[in-house]
Structures are given as C-alpha cells and as structure tokens.
C-alpha cells in the first residue's frame, strides 16, 4: 500500500509550502519515508513520519497547541512566562512558540541533558534550572516539576504547560492524523513510542474514527513506569518515564514493547548506515519495533511508525562512541525477536521485551488486546 498522491499548493497561498509569514508556520506537514532494504530485509517495508522536518520536532505541535489553548482561556497572559520541565525535544518546542508568541520561557532539566540542546536553548533566551538530585520515588521527572512549582510560586502569573498531564497536549496531534489520512489509503498498524502519552493518544484516537480495526504498538523503555514495569532507568531521554503520565490512554493499545538503551543506539546507527535517514532514542526503539511488526504481518500490511526527531541532538550521546562505551552500550545487538512476557509486573525486563497485557498501573488492570472493546 503506497501514500495517496497529492496536488502541490500554488507557492501564492499564504501558508503554503515553502511561504511562510511565522516560524510557527513551518510546524507540520511533514513527509513520510518508506524504510526497506537494507534496514528490512525480503522486500518488506514499514513507512515513517518524519517529525524531525518540523523546527524542533514532534513536540512543537503540542507547544504551539497548548499554548494558543492556554491564551484563549486566559490561563497565560500576554507577555507571561512559561516554565515547564522537559529532558528535550519540548524544551525546543517551547522556545519557539515563545519567541514568536512574545512569551519568556523558563525550562527545568537534569545534568543528562545534552549540551548541544543546552547550548541551543540559551542561545534563544531561555533560562535554564537544572535540578542535581533525583527525587525518592519519583526520579528525575518529578524533581524536575518540584523545582517547577518553586519556579511558578516565584513569578506572578507564570504559566505550566504541564506536558504530563495536559489534555491540550493529546488534542494538538489531531493535526498529525489528519496529515496521516491525506498521505494514506489505509493504515493497518501503527507503532509509537510512549513518552508523555499525547502523540499517541492524539493520533489513534483520530485515526480509529476512521479506521476502527486499527492496531496500535506502544513502544517504552526498560525500565519505565508508565506500563506497570519497575526498574532502574538507564540514560535514555525523551522515552521512559518514572511518574505516570495521565495523557497515556491505556485502552488504545492492542501490545507493548519495551526497548533497552544499547539496542536503540544500535538501531538509530544501522538506520544511518543503511538508509541515511535516522534520528535519536524513540526513534530507534520505533524503528525496532516498526520492522518486527512489519515480518510477522501478512505481505500487504500496512505498518506506520513516527520518527519524533532527528539526529542532530544526539551527536554525542547516541553517535557518541566514547559516551556509549562509558554507559556500556555498544555492541548491543538485537535480538531477531522480542521476549514475551504475560504481565509487567512480574517481570525484571532487561532488554527488548512484547506484553499483550496493557495495565495501567494508577488503576486496576485494563482489558487485554484480545478483550479491548
């Protein structure tokens, strides 16, 4: 199953391709790319979304959203600042809705944090605030927003985001869908990777009105909380989590997989090498996943997948020999196959790993794949 074709917009629209009045214009409308030989073999072939071809990546959909949502209710006031937590990708987000939008932004981080993104982020007039202990229970996640709450008490009318949490923030990936319906005639699967819940909220959600038998892959870290495991984190950013994001619709998933930190790396490499398109963690994990779902299907499958960004942040984490050697993460090769397992919770998951059983785990378990109305 190929992409539907399209009729390019004459460059005379305001808004159109390759015209744009604001940086905010060069959000969405992003390309897809089939992923084949030699990344998968035997003629098979998964497509990806290509966020990374917005200005920051996926996020800057969900800052711009949630942003304009929060103007419009009078929740961020002309001139307000933002502070918000993020180890990434919505920190970018976030400096560019604010540049355009007229809003100083604060972003509260770990010590993991790139330097290339630290750098950058300065260099468009955010203020920085790292936290340096991880919190008890809640890990670096939610020290992050404990410093944020501190931030909040001290400026008058600051505003959150809250990215976790936020419904603004599955709402602003309706648009993402809508790109996927135009571009296809059919989607049979779609792979995501889960980090705050919205994206893959926000697509299913809208892509299951349409096509309701649609099966959709979570895709998570080792030792992430948000599907029920427990663990230790590894040095994996943007993916994983150690609270438990409300965005996450649980009932939309038919499986997950959870996915280690060598094996991402080891995948975003043999992307590079193989079709010279690739990008960083959730992108490795996806593609892991994406090409798995794309061998055990039937030959006229249609497997979908996101690529949330591009490599350029992670030149010296995921591309990074000496960093990768240091945190024991090269030649980390997957395996053909993930292990299955019947519950998360009874698990020590260490590497690649697939449950059909989606719990979630603020709750009592949810319904299986087989059971999910």
Known sequence: MTPTQHTVASVDQAGAWGVCRSPLELIGKTPVLRVAAPFVPHGRGFWAKLEGFNPGGIKDRAAHHMLLAARERGDLLPGGTIVESSSGTFALALALAGISLGHPVVIVHEPLLEPMLRHLLAAYGVRLECVTEPHPTGGWTEARRERVREIRAAIPGAYWPNQYD?????????????????????????????????????????????????????VDAVGSVTFGLSGKRGVMRGLGNSIYPRNVAYDQFHEIHWVGDGEAVHVCRELARGIGVTGGWSVGCVALVARWATQVSPANTTVVTVFPDGPERYWNSVFDDEFCARHGLLGVQPATEPVE?????????QRWTRCHTVIDPRRVPAPTAEHRP
């Open 166 to 218: 936020n419904p603004d923030g599955v709402d602003a990936y309706t648009g993402l869908a809508e790109e996927l319906l135009e571009q296809f005639e059919r989607i049979d699967t779609l792979v995501c990777s889960v980090g705050t819940g919205g994206h893959s909220a926000g697509v299913a959600r809208r892509l299951r009105a349409v096509w309701p038998d649609l099966r959709v892959i979570g």
């Open 341 to 349: 397992i019947a519950n998360p919770d009874a698990h020590d998951v």
